[in-house]
Nanobody, 128 residues
Framework: QVQLVESGGGLVQAGGSLRLSCAAS????????MGWFRQAPGKEREFVAT????????YYADFVKGRFTISRDNAKNTVYLQMNSLKPEDTAVYHC?????????????????????WGQGTQVTVSS
């Protein structure tokens, strides 16, 4: 089992920045990749970004490229999502997820069903 706890959400004005953190505990040695997803009210949960637990692979949704950066600190078992130039449409609950499945391409981890563990989420609200 892997436990995931997100933090860092909050209220920010459009154009501002936030950094989300996801602390992982438990059997993290089985983790191949970590991802961030978000869910706005009345909408499906959608992919934001993913990073391999080892190596340098990252992959982003088109709508965050150039604005968001995913990174990790393996020593702290923590994954981060730096969000810059935030827009009101970025308002959502942001969830991190961990995958114990090996896929050849980092892009393979953009699929929600390929993750095994999920955090409870942290609310991000961007005001206009």
């Amino acid at each position: 089992q892997v436990q995931l706890v997100e933090s860092g959400g909050g209220l920010v004005q459009a154009g501002g920045s936030l950094r989300l953190s996801c602390a992982a505990s438990g059997r993290t040695r089985s983790t191949y990749a970590m991802g961030w997803f978000r869910q706005a009210p009345g909408k499906e949960r959608e992919f934001v970004a993913t990073i391999r637990w080892s190596g340098s692979g990252t992959y982003y949704a088109d709508f965050v490229k150039g604005r968001f950066t995913i990174s990790r600190d393996n020593a702290k078992n923590t994954v981060y999502l730096q969000m810059n130039s935030l827009k009101p449409e970025d308002t959502a609950v942001y969830h991190c997820a961990a995958s114990n499945r090996p896929y050849p391409s980092t892009a393979n981890y953009s699929v929600r069903g390929r993750y095994d563990y999920w955090g409870q989420g942290t609310q991000v609200t961007v005001s206009s």
